[in-house]
């Protein structure tokens, strides 16, 4: 997380337990070089305990992972994958707007009323595209009701709801559309994979974004070639009953920035770290010698 600069990093790398969910510690880099020198300082023998490390798509934590835990399996973060895709589809969204926009000086008088009709509705998929793109991204059932009430739209001079806007949207361009189905794709693939069916769905994903026209979508397929062991190894699931995942560090995350929020920023990095473990773990007590009969 980006929380405190440092001459040797602007990211903090923080170490979550995820059995019980405490923060274990906050490290002031995530190089290479930083890793291994902590990793190392813990005995082999608890290292080689570790059964399975959990990180986002940065490649130094798959490297560094593999040479301090040898027994353990990485597994990329479903939050970290669907981010990526995010980006990838909001390109497709933004090349969509620019094909459909009107240029601003266009001289209308001299078009015909049926050109002035076409930019017109230029004008309203342009506005669809901008104002409810973050329809595109959402995946709670409750905006895709087509019961849902419709209100009126002063712009499309119409009543619609959510799910009449994002039809809206995914009509105003045919790769659009095409990015939405595979986004529903990859809803499902997380949605109704088990580890055990996992290595055969991501097989046939991989090849249906390979297999569309859009470089966006084809550059994400090379995405989950490069990461496709470690989604798979995604679908573990623990003693606890849960799928391995990032959610506890990603909310853990914000509060680490409402901390440097609220100081407005910190320059030691010692206190920072305690001030930190302080705050995200209950149990952590701010003596040095804690009476153990409290």
Known sequence: VYGFKSEKSNYVCVLVDFSNNKVIDLLPSRRKYDLINYFTLIPREERERVKIVSSDMWETYRIVSKLVFPNAVNACDKFHVIQEFTKKMDRVRIDAMNHIKVPPNLNKD?????????????NKSYY????????????DNQYFDPNQEKKYNRVLEGYYNYYDLVEYMIRCENKLEEAYDLKT???????????????????????????????????????????????????????????????????????IKNIKHNSNGYTNWQRYRNRCLYILNSDVTFYMYPNKND
């Open 110 to 122: 001299s078009l015909t009323r049926e050109q002035l009709a076409n930019i017109n509705e230029r």
């Open 185 to 255: 794709e990859l809803m499902i693939f997380y949605r109704d994979s088990t580890y055990k069916d996992a290595k055969e769905n991501i097989e046939h994903l991989i090849q249906d974004f390979k297999s569309i026209s859009i470089p966006y979508m084809y550059d994400f397929s090379n995405t989950l070639i490069r990461w496709k062991k470690e989604i798979i190894n995604s679908f573990i699931v623990t003693k606890g009953k849960r799928k391995v995942n990032n959610g506890i560090i990603e909310n853990r995350n914000k509060t």
């Open 128 to 139: 669809v595209l901008k104002k409810f793109n973050w329809l595109l991204f959402k995946n």
